[in-house]
Structures are given as C-alpha cells and as structure tokens.
C-alpha cells in the first residue's frame, strides 16, 4: 500500500518503522511526536492500536473504524503518534479535523451522535501521564503550522479521573493554551460479584424478590423468549428490531431518535458486526408471544467490562415492564459470562442510578490555542456559555459544571446506593 509516498505492508513491525518522527522531549523522558493523515495502516493491522486501547470497548479498530467509515467522511485524519526512545509506538491521541468556518477545530474520533465514552489517550497505562503530558505540549507547539496548526480542540466523553487526558490537560496548559472543561452528565459503573445471590443482596427485600421473579419468566419455553445474536443475519434481525423500538419510541414525543440518520445506522450495524466476529457482542431481544418486547445492544472489551450502548422497547406494552425484563436479562448475562462489571455508560436516567454503585461525571474539555485570534474568538465563545448559564439558572435549570480537567488525577467516582 502507498500512503503518503511511503510503502506500508500489514504487518505490526512495519508499523513500528514506517514513520518519520519528529524530535520532542517532555521531562526526562525524550519522545518523538508526529502528525498522521491516514488511518489505513492502522486500521489494517489493529493489533498495536487495540493493545494501547486498555480494553476499553469505545478506544478499539472495532468501534473507530466503522465511525470513520460512516460518520467521519469529509473530515480530515488528525492522528497524534508517540513513539519512545527506542523508536516503538507508545501512544496515539486519535483526533481528526473538522471543516470550519470560525478556524481549524480538532475533535476526537467516535464523537457526535455516537456519543463515545471513556475518550482517551491510548497508551500503557504506566506511561499515560507522560505520554500525556508530551503529546499536550506538541499540540500547543505546532498550533501554528502551516499544514498541522489548529485553533481549537474540543473533546467529548473523557471520564473524570482519567490520568491521560488530565496530562493533555496539563501539557496543553503548559504551552499557554486555554482551557474550559464542562459536565453535563455521568456514567454508571455495577463491578461484578461473586454470583448473582451476592449481586442481589444490594436491592432491597422487594426488589430482590422481583427480580428473583423476572428471571423465572425468561428463558425457552417461558413467558418471555430471550433470543441472543449469534450470527450476522441475527444482528440484522435483532438490531434492526432494536432501533424500530427506539425509533418509534422517539418519534412518538416529536423527536427524530437517535438512530434518524442513516449513516450512523450504517455505522452501529458494522461496529455491531465487528464486536460479533470477535465474540465480544450480547445483542438479545425479548419476545412476548411472538411479538418484539425489548432489545439491548452490549458491547464487551478486552477488560470484560460489558457496556450498554443502547436499548428499545415496545411502548406499547408498558404493562409488561420490558425495561425492567431487558435490565435482568443483561444482569444475568454477566454473571454467566463471567464478566468484571457492566458500564451503563452516560446519561441521567433513573435505572441507572438504581442499578449502578458508583457513577463519574463526563467530561467535555475545549482547548485554545495561544495565538491572538483563536484567543479573541474564545472570549466570545466564553461570552455565549456564560449567556447561556445565566438562562439555565433563570428557567430554573442547573448551570453545567466547571472543572480544571489537568488536576482530575483522582478515580473521580461517587458511591450511589441501590437500595431501593
């Protein structure tokens, strides 16, 4: 393959040799930082890019590949590459460029309508702060260049307590740009226990006797069928059934759904299909007398944390509960699976606090650079949010949290009691 008048072959090692790096030092520690405009490579030969990824679900080929197809089409590759003293790869910042007309905005891949969590660095996680930290002081360096300079950068879906973007942070701060870092909602984090008898024993006694009840109700030959997706035509199927109920759910209070624009369909059936090939997707969906109740979409990481993306259910039979039959079903699943925890991912919704142990804001950081007119555009931008804080306040609405995202070093998680 030729790309950018070098000859790539697929292979891991030619990954590690393919570049051209430029010199960098952050601290002791001396790196060589580089900007790349193809993803192919990459995309091809996903084994590097995965095993930095930490496991998580959102930072993997799987996920960002299908994204880029879909949903990144007209946008420019941005891809920050860190390669150590010894010339190997050691951390990728995947970012893209946005056309603009108010200046050259960098954003992160996998942002949008597909609402990517746990935004992030990707290193190991020993090296995260440095290799943080050195990719934040490169940005502010070449934010002047002519090919690779950028105005603003705005990152959505960092988790609180993530150590690599609070080194972006601080590098990016180091090198005079400007920060603003707000919260709008939070994720929700259930850790597995030892089975399920022990999970159970954090409801309360009617809802543990509930839930006993629900389980009795799913399964072959019960009142409702559990179908999982085990094959390509099942994820056309079950999807499909999945984004027909939350469709009509949305469009049902005037809202087009999440799922209106046919490029991120296009998008979540290849990511749904990648994660499947990789027996790392729980697709079920309940039937009631043949007919469709609910469908969840999970998608699993190399970490065995299972992430619950996105759901559907029949408004027409609220009678039946099928949220709570959906919820119990995909409790179940990870205990059978033997998995470390379920993500229910952000949002404000009420399951999700009932069923969750702890929760960490999300986080959307919007960096400018140190030049003069990216600066004055800011102060007008600060002008707006502030405009728009007031009104929140004067609708009785709660103003957004401010953070200084370079001191989030912490876990960042608030404890949430499922008693209930």
């Given amino acids: 393959m030729l790309i950018d008048g070098l000859s790539f072959h697929i292979r891991l090692e030619d990954l590690r040799s393919c570049f051209s790096p430029l010199p960098?030092?952050?601290?002791?520690?001396?790196?060589?930082?580089?900007?790349?405009?193809?993803?192919?490579?990459?995309?091809d030969e996903p084994r590097l890019w995965d095993f930095l990824s930490g496991g998580v679900?959102?930072?993997e080929i799987a996920w960002l590949a299908p994204w880029w197809r879909h949903l990144g089409r007209g946008n420019r590759a941005f891809l920050v590459v860190v390669r150590n003293s010894s010339k190997h790869i050691c951390g990728l910042l995947p970012l893209y460029q946005r056309p603009n007309g108010s200046g050259r905005v960098l954003a992160m891949m996998g942002d949008g309508e597909a609402c990517t969590d746990y935004a992030s660095v990707l290193?190991?996680?020993?090296?995260?702060?440095?290799?943080?930290?050195?990719?934040?002081?490169?940005?502010?360096?070449?934010?002047?260049?002519?090919?690779?300079?950028?105005?603003?950068?705005?990152?959505?879906?960092?988790v609180e307590g993530d150590v690599g973007m609070a080194a972006v942070a601080r590098g990016l701060k180091a090198g005079?740009?400007?920060?603003?870092?707000?919260?709008?909602?939070?994720?929700?984090?259930?850790?597995?226990?030892?089975?399920?008898?022990?999970?159970?024993?954090?409801?309360?006694?009617?809802?543990r006797r509930r839930m006993r009840r629900t389980v009795e109700k799913i399964?072959?030959?019960?009142?409702?069928?559990?179908?999982?997706?085990?094959?390509?035509?099942?994820?056309?199927?079950?999807?499909?059934?999945?984004?027909?109920?939350?469709?009509?759910?949305?469009?049902?209070v005037g809202k087009p759904g999440s799922y209106a624009n046919p490029d991120f369909r296009n998008f979540i059936f290849e990511a749904a299909k990648s994660f499947l090939n990789q027996d790392r997707l729980h697709l079920n969906l309940l039937r009631h007398e043949g007919r469709n109740l609910a469908a969840e979409l999970n998608l699993i990481g190399e970490n065995r944390i299972m992430y619950c993306y996105s759901a559907g259910f029949d408004i027409e039979a609220a009678e039946l509960e099928p949220g709570r039959l959906a919820?119990?079903?995909?409790?179940?699943?990870?205990?059978?699976?033997?998995?470390?925890?379920?993500?229910?991912?952000?949002?404000?919704?009420?399951?999700?606090?009932?069923?969750?142990?702890?929760?960490?804001?999300?986080l959307r950081m919007r960096a400018t650079a140190p030049n003069l007119i990216p600066r004055l555009r800011h102060a007008a931008w600060c002008t707006g949010f502030e405009v728009k804080q007031w009104m929140r306040k004067k609708t009785g609405k709660?103003?957004?949290?401010?953070?200084?995202?370079?001191?989030?070093?912490?876990?960042g998680s608030a404890s949430v009691s499922s008693s209930v």
Wanted: charged fraction near 30%; hydrophobic fraction near 35%; charge should be negative.
């Fill in 24 to 43: 960098f030092s952050a601290g002791h520690m001396p790196y060589q930082l580089e900007i790349r405009h193809q993803l192919e490579p990459f995309f």
């Fill in 57 to 59: 679900a959102f930072r």
């Fill in 123 to 158: 290193s190991r996680p020993e090296e995260a702060e440095q290799v943080g930290e050195a990719i934040g002081k490169y940005l502010t360096e070449i934010a002047s260049d002519s090919l690779n300079g950028w105005d603003t950068i705005e990152i959505d879906g960092i």
């Fill in 176 to 207: 005079q740009a400007t920060l603003h870092t707000v919260s709008r909602m939070r994720t929700w984090f259930k850790p597995s226990d030892e089975n399920w008898q022990e999970h159970l024993k954090h409801y309360s006694k009617t809802t």
């Fill in 219 to 252: 399964g072959p030959g019960k009142k409702f069928e559990e179908c999982v997706a085990k094959t390509e035509s099942d994820v056309d199927e079950y999807l499909g059934a999945l984004i027909d109920m939350h469709q009509r759910r949305w469009e049902s």
């Fill in 327 to 362: 919820n119990v079903a995909t409790l179940q699943e990870l205990y059978r699976s033997n998995l470390a925890g379920i993500d229910f991912m952000r949002g404000d919704e009420t399951y999700k606090s009932r069923l969750a142990t702890s929760s960490r804001r999300v």
């Fill in 398 to 411: 709660s103003p957004l949290e401010t953070f200084d995202l370079g001191l989030s070093v912490d876990a």
